[in-house]
């Protein structure tokens, strides 16, 4: 069993807590950037599978 409130951090509270203030919201920014920049290749990939 876990105390939810004091041993299990999740999400922006984890990351913020590793790295300081902001970082959970600098990686979502990080994986939407890339998201859109390797859409192509991504759809290309999975193209495959949706025959």
């Known amino acids: 069993m876990f105390d939810l409130n004091k041993e299990v951090m999740v999400?922006?509270?984890?990351?913020?807590?590793l790295?300081?203030?902001g970082t959970y919201n600098n990686?979502?920014?990080c994986f939407e950037k890339a998201?859109?920049?390797?859409?192509?290749?991504?759809?290309?990939y999975f193209a495959k599978y949706n025959k």
């Open 11 to 17: 999400a922006q509270e984890f990351w913020d807590f």
């Open 19 to 21: 790295s300081g203030a």
């Open 27 to 29: 990686l979502l920014d």
């Open 35 to 44: 998201g859109i920049e390797l859409r192509p290749e991504i759809d290309d």
